[in-house]
Each structure stands twice: as structure tokens, then as C-alpha cells.
Nanobody, 123 residues
């Protein structure tokens, strides 16, 4: 089974940057697409970004385009989300997720989820 371990959340000021990471279990194949989602208190979970581990293609939510970058590390299939120009509305618990092959912006398409990491952006 796929296990996802997230890290890197924290507190930053508006306009600052933060990088979160998601490390899959060692036996996870590179054919899994990875997604990042976030959920703020009182709101539904929303799509942030996704990357195809096979081909390097990416998807981004309109709200983060130009500010966030998803990329894959070259060791142990770790996937990163680099967040820049952060805004208070980016405050949420950020979750990584995995599914086979295709990119998707739909949370229901993902089979495996990390525990989440808190990102807080102060005004």
C-alpha cells in the first residue's frame, strides 16, 4: 500500500514563501500522479496542484497559478509544493494525495492521502 508522509508546514507572513513536501513509501512506483489539496476551517477541500510522475505534466488551480509550483524530487519520489507570495487566504491544512497515472483536479479520483500539514499565513 502507498504511504504518504508530509512535512514543511508552518507559519509565514503575507508575501512570504514556504515549501511543503510529500514523501511516499519506498516501494511506490513513479507511475503515480501526485496532487496537493487544501482545506481551510469551514470550507470544503479544494484542489491546489498536481503532477504526473511519469511525464512531468502539471495542473494548477487558478487561485495559485503563478505563485505555487509543484515539482518532483529525484530521490525516493518525493513531491514538493513551493508556495510563494502567500496570502492569508492560503491558510489551510495541505494534503498530498496519489493516484495511478493520470493528472486530476478531483479529490475523489485520488486513492491515497497523507495526514496533512498546517500552513498558516499571517496578515
Amino acid at each position: 500500500q502507498v504511504q504518504l508522509v508530509e512535512s514543511g508546514g508552518g507559519l509565514v507572513q503575507t508575501g512570504g514563501s514556504l515549501r511543503v513536501s510529500c514523501a511516499p513509501s519506498a516501494r511506490t512506483l513513479a507511475t503515480y500522479a501526485m496532487g496537493w489539496f487544501r482545506q481551510a476551517p469551514g470550507k470544503e477541500r479544494e484542489f491546489v496542484a498536481a503532477i504526473n510522475w511519469s511525464g512531468g505534466s502539471t495542473l494548477y488551480a487558478d487561485s495559485v497559478k503563478g505563485r505555487f509550483t509543484i515539482f518532483r524530487g529525484n530521490m525516493e519520489n518525493t513531491v514538493f509544493l513551493q508556495m510563494s507570495s502567500l496570502k492569508p487566504e492560503d491558510t489551510a491544512v495541505y494534503y498530498c494525495a496519489a493516484r495511478l497515472y493520470s493528472l486530476s483536479s478531483e479529490s475523489a479520483d485520488y486513492n491515497y492521502w497523507g495526514q496533512g500539514t498546517q500552513v498558516t499565513v499571517s496578515s
